[in-house]
């Protein structure tokens, strides 16, 4: 019999009463295994027959073995219903995820090592107890002499990173007190000891021969004698810019988000241009065709305040005011920019639900820069947008998000020129009528994987009205959509990538329904990106419609606007349909080429042909085929430099538009870009 049978039994049958209350009257491992009750509430027996049988009891079971510690199970704790406990992340995985560093593959036997001459280690009772307290644990490793700060050294421990609070008042010492931080500290008021500055420094550098139909004409051209529809095709660009980023941080932000946040950055570039031909750069044709200008940006100037914590996995919201970066998809379809604007943004469910809510005002921008310029007139041009983004939805390891976004445009009735001269607002296309719209984007995107194969895909619905068609003064309804995905597979250092776009065209801009798909200010990372000679360069649509062109720069697009920063969305355009492949190389840590091959359509053609009175253009625009080599030295982001060329092979409909000299005339992009940050 053990020792809480024994007693259990003596308490059922002892002829006095027993005092045991809670936990330790139905449990009987509460006596451990050396005969002795634990702490539990006090045994009292009225009769000396219950103590003799108890005595006894104890003396017949004291050679029993001891039970198991694991049969003490101690009582549940109290719930508490105003604060409960979070579930273990063991308990909520979500099938089909494997948690990091779980093997999987069957493991090789363990290696046991046998060293009979080895010292054990000393006991924890031959270390001291004693803790120093430490004034400011950010500088100790400085103190000890383990770190030298250097503040032009982005890679060690440097204030100017974020790595360490700018001033701990805590820390009382003369020199801390008299410190270049602590007088910045009192002299902006700041109130505690967790407040960070981060800054930082970009330099980036970009050369660009390249070559494109540019309009000549009898009238501005500087070629003698010359009267054909285009000229000499050959130019350059070059640009400077500096971008100067600095960020004002209260709170410790390894695992949240910043209590509040200041931020601020500037852009500062210098660009030149040359063209062989005139009234390309400037409307006036006395002008040269080669142009220098300068322009200072301000690209962000936001507060970022942190308005609640949800559970203790540190989900959040937070509001941001002010201008600041907004993308409404994974790829920069409809919107990627810098802009004026208010956004609410947060996750639930340990980061697996993450919400957008945003209002843009629009800023105007600078034309040959393309920054933005604060000292004009605010758009009249207004975005809603709300997004809600689900990981691992529909498998593990994809993400979804589905968008609602409304542009508000409201710009009848004024009329923008742009730096150069040339009308932008409206578009010198079609009746050349000033006009407003609203359009309403309702989108699906999806980023991630399925077993080994990466998928990115976008789908947007466009529906709205246009108070003004440009071809018929009429309002009219906007039905369009726009589908695209970018599917890749991996092979140890090689990555094979897929591209197919689709964007509908209108095909009958004389009637009351716009067919044609418009962005409102795309930015793609797709099918190449800026390497790709027909995202990187503007092409200018020449006849039927002065200073517009096929697609804006850095734009895949055939949208026929006067310009992606000054201009409006146009939803009376052919459309655009785009199949390719390429593949990325990681020939060593720093070296790598990436290739790209696409072939281009116009997806109606009736558009083109109303504004060119030309009876049949075809749809093949051309193949665009690009290759990037991409060079990091130091196996960082921090020095980036990249050699990128392409050529377009101009198909059928685009030789209808655009050649009429030499028919099988190519078009080429080379692009160097470094980019060195701080």
């Known amino acids: 019999m053990s020792i809480g049978a024994a007693l259990l ?31 539990q509430p006090a045994v009292a027996v009225s009769s000396y027959r219950a103590d003799r049988a108890l005595l006894l009891a104890l003396q017949d079971t004291a050679a029993a073995p001891a039970p198991p510690a694991a049969a003490a199970t101690p009582p549940p704790p109290p719930e508490d219903e105003t604060h409960p406990e979070p579930v273990p992340s063991e308990q909520s995985l979500i099938n089909g995820r494997r948690r990091p560093g779980v093997p999987q593959r069957e493991l090789p036997n363990a290696v046991n090592q046998v060293n009979p001459g080895a010292i054990r280690s000393p006991p924890p009772d031959a270390f001291p107890a004693d803790h120093v307290p430490i004034p400011d644990r950010w500088r100790l490793s400085e103190t000890l002499g383990l770190v030298r700060t250097r ?61 494109f139909p540019i309009p000549g004409g009898v009238q501005t051209t500087t ?52 063209v062989p031909e005139r009234r390309v750069l400037s409307v006036r044709p006395s002008q040269p065709p080669n142009r220098f200008d300068y322009a200072v940006g301000v690209q962000e100037l936001f507060i970022d305040k942190d308005l609640q914590h949800s559970s ?71 975005i809603l947008h709300a997004n809600l983004f689900r990981q691992d939805f529909p498998v593990p390891g994809f993400t979804s998000e589905a968008s609602l976004t409304w542009n508000i445009n409201r710009e009848r009735g004024s009329l923008e020129v742009d730096d150069n001269g040339f009308p932008v607002r409206p578009a010198l296309i079609g009746n050349l009528r000033t006009r407003n719209y609203d359009a309403f984007y309702l989108g699906y995107n999806g980023d991630g994987h ?58 009958n801009p004389y009637d009351n329904v716009q067919h044609g798909f418009d962005a409102i200010f795309e930015n793609p990372i797709f099918a190449g990106a800026d390497t790709s000679y027909w995202i990187r360069q503007a092409i200018p649509f020449a006849g039927g419609a002065r200073a517009v062109t096929f697609t804006g720069r850095n734009g895949v697009l055939i949208d026929l606007r006067s310009s992606k920063e000054q201009g409006q969305s146009n939803f009376v355009n052919p459309g655009t349909v785009l199949l390719g492949v390429g593949a990325d190389f990681d ?42 080599v991409i060079w990091r030295p130091l196996q960082i982001q921090n020095l980036v430099f990249r050699l990128s060329g392409a050529i377009l092979q101009p198909g059928t409909g685009f030789r209808d538009l655009l050649i009429d000299a030499n028919r099988d005339q190519r078009y080429y992009s080379v692009l160097f870009n470094a980019v060195v940050t701080y």
Request: hydrophobic share 40%.
């Open 9 to 39: 039994s003596l308490m059922a049958t002892a002829g006095g009463t027993t005092g045991i209350t809670g936990p330790a009257a139905l449990d009987p491992g509460a006596i451990d295994g050396g005969g002795f009750l634990l702490a």
């Open 223 to 274: 070629g003698p004698g010359a009267d054909d529809v285009f000229g000499r095709d050959r130019s350059i660009v070059t640009a400077q810019t500096f971008i100067l980023s600095a960020s004002l941080i209260k709170g410790s932000t390894a695992y949240l988000p910043p209590d509040i946040e200041y931020r601020v950055t500037i852009a500062v570039q210098a660009n030149y241009v040359h």
């Open 450 to 507: 399925f077993g080994r194969l990466n998928l990115t895909v976008s789908t947007y619905g466009l529906f709205g009205s246009d108070r003004q068609n440009v071809f018929t003064g009429r309002n009219a309804r906007i039905a369009a959509f726009f589908a695209a995905a970018e599917p890749s597979y991996d092979f140890n250092w090689v990555r094979i990538r897929g591209a197919a776009l689709f964007a509908s065209g209108d095909g």
């Open 151 to 211: 503040w032009w050294d982005p890679y060690n421990q440097n204030t100017l990173k974020g790595d360490r609070p700018i001033c701990d008042p805590a820390d009382e010492t003369e020199a801390r007190v008299h410190s270049l931080g602590c007088r910045v500290h009192r002299l902006l008021g700041l109130h505690g000891a967790d407040w960070f500055f981060v800054g930082s420094a970009i330099s980036d550098t970009v050369i660009e021969p390249r070559s």
């Open 312 to 382: 203790s996995r540190f989900d959040f919201a937070s509001l941001r005011i002010g201008i600041q970066e907004f993308q409404f998809d994974f790829r920069g379809f409809l919107f990627q920019d810098n802009q004026l604007g208010i956004r609410l943004f947060g996750n639930r469910d340990d980061n697996r639900w993450q919400f957008n809510f945003a209002g843009i005002w629009r800023l105007e921008k600078d034309t040959n820069s393309g920054l933005n310029n604060i000292l004009q007139p605010l758009r009249h041009d207004w």
């Open 587 to 628: 020939l060593t840590p720093r070296l790598r080429l990436s290739t790209n091959l696409n072939h281009l359509w116009f997806q109606r053609t009736e558009v083109i042909e109303a504004l060119r009175m030309q009876g049949t253009v075809r749809n093949d625009v051309g193949w665009d085929l690009s290759a990037a």
